[in-house]
């Protein structure tokens, strides 16, 4: 579950199962979306992106889903395996000359062996 | 490809001094670079956009006179935090977006950890 303060929400899986990290972005206008990864210590890494005319786009055993009628952004990982642990953020914006990105708040993923 | 790195990759000064921090693009050019600060359990905050060739774009509250920022190359970013305090010590990011119509994705650099003692 969710805790207070400055800790991140954790999600604890076990080794193989599926995981499903969820996101609320907040800007209704952003058309693109992206799930990066990062390890500690370390610069997010891109996982998957998706822009906003799509629901769905599959990669190598990740899938974001993009629901704009409640801006929710969801990233499934299939078989999850100890090297997926890490804090995972998704980040939005409206793609544009002047385009940044807005981060949500992350959550860290620990795969229990 | 998309490569961007990051020097030094921590480094640790004394309180009042300047300290620069580098971000090349290797392998692709890159008229916007960005600059992050992250601070333990938290996510990453914007500091500024760097335009290659043109003054930096810096979000609210971001003191431009403390954190300069330089653009002289299409490879090359420097943030310079200057009188360093130790509520400047953080994990600082840049990442560099490639130019043209369909490159919206932010490349990252693996940071730089500042402590200010």
């Known amino acids: 579950g969710e805790s207070v303060g400055l800790h991140l929400p954790t999600l604890s899986v076990q080794e193989g199962d599926n995981s499903i990290i969820n996101c609320a972005y907040s800007?209704?206008?952003?058309?693109?979306f992206i799930w990066y990864k990062q390890e500690s210590g370390k610069g997010p890494q891109f996982i998957i992106d998706?822009?906003?005319?799509?629901d769905k786009r599959q990669g190598q055993r990740v899938t974001v889903l993009l629901n704009k009628t409640v801006k929710h952004l969801s990233l499934q990982i299939a078989a999850t395996q100890p090297g997926d642990s890490a804090v995972y953020f998704c980040?939005?914006?409206?793609?544009?000359?002047?385009?940044?990105?807005?981060f949500g708040k992350g959550i860290t993923l620990s795969v229990r062996p | 490809g998309a490569v961007v790195s990051q020097h030094p990759s921590w480094v640790i000064c004394k309180s009042g001094t300047s300290v620069k921090i580098e971000c090349r693009s290797l392998?692709?050019?890159?008229?916007?670079m960005f600059w992050y600060r992250q601070f333990p359990k938290q996510s990453l905050m914007l500091m500024a956009t760097?335009?290659?060739?043109?003054?930096?774009?810096?979000e609210q509250g971001v003191e431009k006179d403390k954190f300069l920022i330089n653009h002289a190359s299409l490879t090359l970013s420097t943030l310079t935090v200057t009188s360093a305090h130790p509520e400047d010590s953080s994990f600082y990011i840049c990442?560099?977006?490639?130019?043209?119509?369909?490159?919206?994705?932010?490349?990252f650099g693996p940071g730089t950890r500042l402590t200010v003692l």
């Open positions: 990442s560099a977006k490639p130019p043209g119509q369909g490159h919206d994705t932010q490349y």
């Open positions: 980040a939005e914006t409206l793609t544009g000359a002047n385009s940044k990105l807005t």
């Open positions: 760097s335009n290659e060739g043109s003054k930096a774009t810096y």
């Open positions: 800007n209704s206008a952003s058309d693109y």
């Open positions: 392998d692709f050019q890159a008229t916007t």
């Open positions: 998706i822009r906003s005319n799509m």
